[in-house]
């Protein structure tokens, strides 16, 4: 598979649209501009609503008097209808009351008087490309602020470098012999391609993360990311918040709305959770993937999009596609490449690394840089299954760190199931061999004299004496070890 050719400089240059029914206006409006811009023309309004709904025009250049409609009328229609256009009227009549008007309805950046100047001219499409692009990346970064999760949020506005660098896939924290090292290779692979790609595993392994780096290793990376989670809305919301809407399409509809679909143009959108979808809402979305457009709610005509679709879910959709649940068709539409994310206790290597990270995130954000872990700590992690994979694991330390006193965060402020763990849960006899995978020696060992300590005392009911006597220790050598690893404080059954 050979990687893609490099992009035409050419193919970067705002595009655009001059919408004149003069021939000759038309032609030496673009051998001014042509240089510096990609042009498109257009000798009716009919011509270039047509070629609206194929481009994406940065600027339009529209003269005010056409047959059939005025350039201001126009324009105004295409504020409603593509608003992120910056739009120019030309016109020989400076007290036009229409053009007056316009400049608040239809909202026009400028209005160029006849006969134009050449230098003028380009110089006022180059100032409105450029209040077009900011206005782009503004809208991005507040799309992908309101979409992100709170690390990235916290952050604040990014520069697409540091975007990219704190969304690398070697800075998803993980040993180095780590089962996540095979799917970061993978995800690396495909990136650069324009392919579907599903991310399986269950909540909290950090789908999230692995989706961005994908955007961010793409060539898509410049435009939007987005992401919304399907299980969290009615099929209702969910169409309005992914297709969007028109004003009056529905009750409290007041304003138009434009979806994360339309945001999203020329981006990733990140589709979470998508197995929770209802098999009503699969058939919309199967159509938005198939078409290549989306149809807003109330909308009169559908607009055209050019997004990269990644999707997530911790269900098995080959199951649900055999028991009718999941659409088929739909789903080998999501499931170009699959990724699949193992849960962190298939993974014990990455725990230290991750919770070290995590520590040093939590030391910081909560005023205590210089926090560390005591070794029972960290014993006490490598030990635990971790259901909840990263997610708990991170609001475990953030626990600790903020019940710690000085600068150890020792096992006393660790919560009760991560210290005594919880009937039912795994033992290390049913998560493969049983052997942590990371740490140093003493570690590791520290790790399985724990589990061996709290599933002996969570078989007894918590009876210190009888588990000191299976066990082959003293009432005091049992006391001893059950404060290193966190253990004390249980009354005796």
């Known amino acids: 598979m050979s990687p893609p050719a490099l992009p035409d400089p050419y193919d970067s240059l705002p595009l655009v649209l001059v919408v004149d029914d003069e021939t000759r206006s038309l032609d030496s409006i673009r051998r001014n501009l042509e240089e510096d811009f990609r042009i498109l023309t257009a000798s009716s309004a009919d011509e270039a609503r047509g070629l609206l709904e194929r481009h994406e025009v940065s600027v339009i250049l529209c003269d005010q008097r056409m047959p059939g409609t005025s350039g201001v009328k126009f324009l105004k229609e295409v504020r409603e209808a593509w608003p992120d256009t910056v739009r120019i009227i030309i016109s020989g009549y400076t007290d036009s009351q229409d053009i007056i008007a316009g400049i608040n309805d239809a909202g026009i950046y400028q209005y160029v008087l006849k006969p134009w100047v ?8 180059a100032k409105a490309a450029e209040a077009r692009s900011l206005q782009m990346q503004t809208q991005r970064l507040n799309l992908e602020l309101r979409t992100s999760t709170p690390v990235l949020r916290r952050r604040g506005t990014e520069t697409l470098a540091t975007a990219r660098a704190a969304f690398d896939f070697d800075s998803l924290e993980r040993s180095e012999n780590s089962p996540l090292n095979a799917v970061c290779e993978m995800a690396a692979r495909v990136a650069r391609y324009d392919l579907a790609v599903l991310v399986t595993g269950e909540s909290g392994t950090g789908k999230e ?8 290793a793409s060539p898509r990376c410049e435009r939007a990311f987005v992401m919304e989670n399907c299980a969290a809305m009615t099929d209702t919301l969910l ?13 409290g509809a007041f304003e138009d709305h ?5 945001r999203a143009d020329g981006g990733t959108i990140f589709l979470d959770e998508i197995g929770d979808t209802s098999p009503a809402f699969q058939v919309k ?3 938005v993937l198939q078409e290549g457009e989306v149809r807003p709610v109330g909308a009169s ?3 055209l999009v050019d997004v990269r679709v990644i999707a997530a879910t911790h269900r098995d959709l080959e199951q ?11 789903y080998y539409r999501i499931a170009g490449i699959t990724l699949s994310v193992p849960p962190l206790r298939e993974r014990s290597a990455d725990i230290l690394p991750i919770a070290d990270m995590l520590l040093v995130r939590a030391g910081q954000e909560l005023g205590r840089p210089d926090v560390r872990f005591a070794s029972d700590v960290r014993a006490n992690l490598l030990a635990y299954p971790w259901p909840g994979n990263i997610r708990e694991l991170k609001n475990e330390i953030y626990r600790a760190v903020a019940l710690s006193d000085g600068l150890t965060v020792s096992a006393s402020t660790l919560s009760k199931r991560v210290l005594h763990g919880q009937p039912g849960m795994a033992t290390p006899q049913q998560q493969g061999n049983g052997l942590p995978q990371g740490g140093t020696l003493q570690e590791r060992l520290d790790a399985i004299e724990a589990v061996i300590l709290r599933e002996t005392l969570l078989r007894l009911r918590w009876n210190k004496t009888h588990a000191a006597k299976e066990l082959g220790l003293s009432r005091v050598g049992l006391r001893q070890k059950l404060a290193r690893f966190g253990l004390e404080g249980q009354a005796d059954g």
């Open 118 to 125: 050449p230098e003028h001219l380009l110089s006022t499409v």
């Open 209 to 216: 993360l692995l989706a961005r780096g994908i955007h961010y």
């Open 239 to 251: 169409e309005s918040e992914l297709f969007g809407h028109k004003r009056g399409s529905f009750t």
């Open 258 to 262: 434009i979806g994360l679909f339309q």
């Open 285 to 287: 979305l199967l159509r």
């Open 301 to 303: 005509r559908p607009v």
């Open 320 to 330: 649900d596609v055999r028991s009718g649940r999941f659409r088929e068709d739909l």
